[in-house]
């Protein structure tokens, strides 16, 4: 089976599909590309299933790579056979062709290795073969007896031949294959107290789970419970039914080497076979973990990055402080920054009445609509302090605190340094606070996604694979969204599909030197922007008010003529892009026929509907259609909280258990996964999202502690 059809039975696709979008991939077209603008191509594969394909297509590659060279060291070492090199071929995972390489990989000096130098591997074999009419294994063994070779007498002969048998059925590939499935079944992780303190991992002291259910989030835990030195973690298992499995694979009958065999299989079990499973085992344990972790945080980005701007709004962010104060920015509707300060509202100052003074004038004179409170140090103290300023205004103002997670990372680095040469690390991060409100999509790209705060153990991930993960999440995110060429920073145009860190510092550089583009066409003068980038990014990037409509579509280039000949056939023109006159578009297509129609323009029938939906709504974008930010105007205390007391909240952050959820207190509430849904549900991630508003219901507060319990059930959600 080629790794193109093995593609097609795994991701249950047609075989032409794969063909097609591998072709298309070795060509260097990226994923966004191919999911938005070659759908006839690939029978309309979306983003994720194009992903999964470009994910294992890799994997499978390098499987077979691992294949070949596997098999080229065993034939130099002329031990291939026609049944090793069809296993070879037919294995179907990395770790099925490592355990046949295995007893032909080179090893450090084992006790089996030694043994072979002196001479001992014939006894081996000879015991190996259990032949009932053998000589007794005493008798065979004074033959090999040498001081010379460290072999002073039988029992050290005899124990030498056992070390390359326990070798031997340690690195059999069907033994461990066996005991692997045995393991998977029927094992247990068990773990106890490394040193008891009362803390995080207390419950697992004396804690045990089958292998094959324990949650990823509990794997997580236990490890880094592990790491710290908090736990001590192990594999348990039945070990005479497992020793039980490898004689019958290695125990022949009765022989008078069958007693010699016995303690060489209990040796490879305990001593070779059983650690070395073990530790695979618990790291398949995490890596299955760490991968649905990953998941999650895919999940959680991607709502996070999508959730809806706060347009046409001025926003005055603020880094909330004790000491050093309460930095201030105020950005237009644009992001551009009007004016900072720092007051002093919390301890120890308590300048209060003067801070007060101080926003009011600047809420005044820059029409400030929404205040953006981070949630740090002193945000309790802040988002009193602007409750009560809401209350003394003449005008409408509302506030909103917002995950500052990730803020002194941007205000820390070289392009927040680059963007505000002339603030304080400070200044910069209430700039990003303000931000996050008018365009979290915008904002966030400036930060590395692990530092955004919204996963579980991320620090604990495998940190290119996760990289890897969010990088594409991002990316499918701005290329989703579109990116406007002449307002966006260099960081967000990175992540458009066919341009790389240097081609969007050219691009900023071009629009700074040549002024704002006015059409797409220009992007080809920018250096190292070539043909083939051109293709891939010109759909992505809009240009507003320019020469030409179309550019501020999401049409790509390639299609203009089809889409001024779909206004023609229709009886428009490009001038009606944009009116109200344009309305009855679908409707005349659809008079037509959509198939005959993209017969007569040029294109594919998705391409068609595509460029029908981009001349309905140019320039759309997909967050607006979600519902907007939750804005407030007062604010609660913990002691407020009482149970039965129904809730608006915000979903800020989605793990394995549950849902953590903003209900205008310093602490988020906790939805528990069996309290988010009146039906059941596998993943809090099948009932919420990251940024959705839900209605929540008290069922419990822990003042002390400050937690808070949360249900979902029973109550009816807009």
């Avoid at 650690?275 to 991968?291: F, I, M, V, Y």
């Avoid at 509202?345 to 004038?361: A, M, V, Y």
């Avoid at 002194?408 to 927040?416: E, G, M, R, W």
């Avoid at 790209?445 to 530092?451: F, G, N, R």
């Amino acid at each position: 089976m080629t790794i193109h059809q093995q593609l097609a039975i795994e991701l249950g696709l047609q075989q032409w599909q794969v063909d097609a979008t591998v072709q298309l991939i070795e060509g260097g077209a990226t994923i966004p590309f191919i999911a938005r603008y070659r759908k006839e191509v690939t029978g309309s594969l979306d983003d994720t299933v194009l992903r999964n394909l470009s994910e294992r297509l890799g994997y499978l590659q390098n499987l077979q790579k691992r294949k070949e060279e596997v098999t080229s060291a065993i034939a130099e070492q002329e031990k291939l056979t026609p049944e090793l090199a069809a296993a070879i071929e037919n294995a179907q995972t990395l770790a099925e062709v490592e355990d046949l390489y295995r007893p032909y990989k080179p090893k450090r000096r084992t006790r089996a290795s030694i043994a072979r130098e002196r001479g001992l591997e014939p006894l081996a074999l000879t015991l190996l073969e259990q032949k009932k009419d053998m000589a007794d294994p005493l008798l065979l063994a004074e033959d090999y007896v040498d001081a010379e070779k460290q072999l002073p007498d039988v029992a050290s002969v005899l124990q030498g031949a056992m070390d390359i048998v326990a070798e031997m059925v340690s690195d059999d590939a069907g033994i461990r294959s066996k005991l692997r499935s045995y393991f998977s079944q029927k094992a247990e992780i068990k773990t106890v107290a490394a040193r008891e303190e009362d803390g995080v991992y207390s419950m697992y002291y004396d804690f045990q789970e089958p292998y094959q259910k324990i949650p990823g989030h509990r794997v997580l835990a236990i490890n880094r419970g592990e790491k710290e030195g908090f736990l001590k973690v192990s594999l348990v298992a039945d070990a005479q039914e497992a020793l039980r499995l490898i004689y019958d694979s290695v125990l022949l009958g009765e022989s008078p080497a069958k007693e010699w065999i016995v303690k060489a299989i209990d040796d490879s079990y305990s001593r070779l076979i059983f650690p070395s499973l073990e530790n695979e085992l618990r790291g398949a344990l995490t890596e299955k973990a760490q991968d649905s972790a990953i998941e999650v945080f895919k999940e959680n980005l991607t709502q996070l990055l999508m959730q809806p701007p706060l347009k046409d709004r001025v926003v005055l962010g603020l880094d909330p402080a004790y000491r050093t104060g309460c930095k201030i920015a105020v950005v237009d509707a644009t992001g551009k920054v009007l004016d900072t300060t720092v007051i002093y509202p919390t301890p120890p100052q308590n300048k209060i009445e003067e801070s007060k003074r101080i926003l009011k004038e600047l809420i005044a004179k820059h029409g400030v609509n929404v205040i953006s409170i981070g949630n740090g140090t002193a945000s309790k103290e802040s988002e009193l302090f602007v409750a009560e300023l809401i209350g003394e205004l003449p005008q409408k103002v509302s506030y909103m605190v917002v995950s500052e997670a990730g803020a002194s990372v941007y205000s820390a680095s070289k392009l927040a340094a680059e963007e505000f040469p002339e603030f304080d690390v400070s200044l910069r991060s209430a700039v990003s606070i303000a931000r996050r409100i008018q365009d979290p999509l915008a904002e966030l790209v400036k930060i590395d996604p692990k530092a955004i705060g919204v996963g579980q153990y991320q620090h604990d991930m495998p940190p290119a694979k996760l990289d890897a993960s969010l990088g594409g999440v991002v990316e499918s995110c701005v290329n989703n969204v579109g990116v406007d060429l002449n307002t966006a920073s260099y960081s967000l145009l990175g992540y458009v599909a066919g341009i790389n860190k240097t081609v969007a510092k050219n691009i900023v550089a071009y629009r700074e030197e040549n002024g704002p583009f006015t059409d797409r066409s220009q992007l080809k003068k920018v250096p190292k922007l070539g043909a083939k980038a051109f293709e891939q990014c010109a759909g992505f990037l809009r240009v507003k008010g320019g020469k030409n409509i179309l550019d501020s579509t999401a049409v790509h280039p390639e299609s203009y003529q089809a889409a001024k000949a779909l206004l023609a056939e229709c009886g428009f023109s490009l001038a009606d892009v944009g009116t109200p006159k344009l309305s009855q578009l679908r409707s005349r297509a659809l008079e037509i026929g959509l198939p005959a129609l993209a017969q007569k323009v040029g294109v594919g029938e998705p391409t068609l509907r595509d460029i029908i939906d981009e001349l309905l709504k140019p320039g759309r974008d997909p967050r607006d259609e979600l519902p907007p930010p939750l804005l407030r105007t007062d604010v609660l205390s913990l002691e407020d909280l009482k149970p039965d007391l129904i809730l608006s909240g915000t979903v800020r952050n989605i793990v394995d258990f549950g849902a953590f959820v903003d209900i205008g207190v310093h602490q988020d509430g906790l939805v528990h996964v069996s309290q988010l849904s009146d039906r059941f549900i596998k993943h809090p991630l099948d009932a919420v999202k990251v940024g959705q508003i839900v209605k929540v219901k008290v069922l419990a507060v822990d003042v002390a502690k400050k937690r808070i319990s949360l249900t979902m059930k029973n109550i009816p959600q807009e």
